[in-house]
């Protein structure tokens, strides 16, 4: 029977793509900016001029063949990415020169008293606790900074610390209604309130999130064995500017505040985000805002927006849209099966993809299963999993993998040591097996517990 539904979709889709020429030629484009991409290191090209190429390329071959146009790529940037992304890196910027972050840095650095593992879970846990309740994107660009200022002191590398922000926050934020943008998406396509999407979604993640940190203890054995230097009191930094950083630190408890009800208030993230850079910047009268703006990310920021714009193309031509409806036939067939695979799925081609856009394409395939009197809700479910959890697959997965890797790649700038970069190649060899072992994980619990995923969502 499978063998059969499975050669009926694979006909189907030959079909398709060989009847729609424009998904084959976003394909291509795709393929061969995000090729380009991972091979920055050969060819010596950054690879934000990969995706602006690819993003120009995809909208002339939209316009010239009718399925995109400038119009369309300006609608595919996600504003609220960029802009939130955007004011936290300038509110991290404004807050580094008071001196604050060193000290705190310091003083985490005295409670680990050189056990590196323990650091490692300690950070890893404060990670996860603001990824429940924040945008991983924003727990990464406040705890990024720390953790180099942490490695610095404690003289070592910082890699498997930044590895462990990112991977733990992209698993931390499956937990929530708002700890990640497709959430949201998923959350009020199929009416799930909170505390629901909590109920479903916390205890398998605590899993996930308990087998990365093991598999990290292995994974960077070798890097947090032995006993790592201890600072001296005659080297640390007193507070610079104590007015800015208490001003930051008071608007940074506002701004969470409001990141929790954004929701409530009808807000999108980043206007929480630049309200709070707005009031900072008000009631920081020593901020300069020429040496401020030279920390941002701009490189990132254009990266991002050209990403947005290439995926927006592939997902005009339908391309994810018929990548998506692989499953669909065992859906009636085995509930359970399609569930996995599509967990499998979106996880592999979110680690490729931004995640957001492949989201906005299964949300009406499931939804028209849904009004034809399926049973989605472990669909729901495993779609929330596989795109927040495949972020963790490869560097270019989530925006919080991306914002970690530009970071690394400053500061081994800054230092001249190259083993502080994280490249493709190190993300493939230690971020891919925790992806891996939480999809396992995942897919086990899933299994197991079938009957509570498979309860139809309460309205």
Known sequence: MYSEILGETMEAITETLTWNSSMAVSGLILAVTFIGIFTEGVHGFHRTKFAMGGAAMMVLAGQLMGFYDPQMALDAIDWNVVLLLGAMMTIVAIMIPTGGFQVLAYRIADFSKGRQFLLMALLGTAVTVFSLLLDNVTTVVIFG??????????????????????????????????????????????????????????????????????????????????????????????????????????????????????????????????????????????????????????????????????????????????????????????????????????????AMIDNIPFTAAMIPIIMGMEQQGINVSPLWWSLAVGVGMGGNGTHLGSTANVFIVTLSERIARETGNEDWRITPGLWFRKGTPAMLLTLVTSSLLMWLFFDFFDQPIPH
Do not use: C
């Open 145 to 350: 900074p720390l953790i180099v200022l942490i490695a610095k002191a404690l003289k070592t590398s910082p890699v498997p610390y930044l590895l462990a922000a990112a991977l733990l926050s992209d698993t931390g934020g499956v937990a929530t209604l708002v700890g990640d943008p497709p959430n949201l998406m998923i959350g009020s396509a199929a009416n799930i309130d909170f505390n629901t999407f909590l109920i479903k979604m916390g205890g398998l993640v605590l899993v996930a999130w308990i087998a990365i940190l093991i598999a990290l203890k292995f994974l960077f054995h070798k890097e947090l064995s032995g006993e790592t230097a201890h600072p001296s009191f005659e080297d640390r930094e007193k507070l610079i500017d104590p007015h800015t950083w208490r001003m930051s630190l008071l608007v940074l408890i506002v701004m969470v505040v409001f990141f929790i009800f954004h929701h409530h208030l009808h807000w999108e993230p980043w206007v929480v985000a630049v309200l709070g850079l707005s009031i900072l910047l008000l009631i920081s009268k020593n901020v300069d805002m020429d040496d401020t703006l030279e920390d941002v990310e701009l490189s990132l920021l254009m990266f991002f927006m050209s990403l947005f714009v290439l995926v927006g193309g592939v997902e005009h031509s339908h391309f994810l849209k018929y990548i998506g409806q692989f499953i669909r036939p065992f859906v009636e067939s085995d509930l359970l099966l399609a569930s996995i695979l599509l967990m499998w799925a979106a996880a592999i081609l979110s």
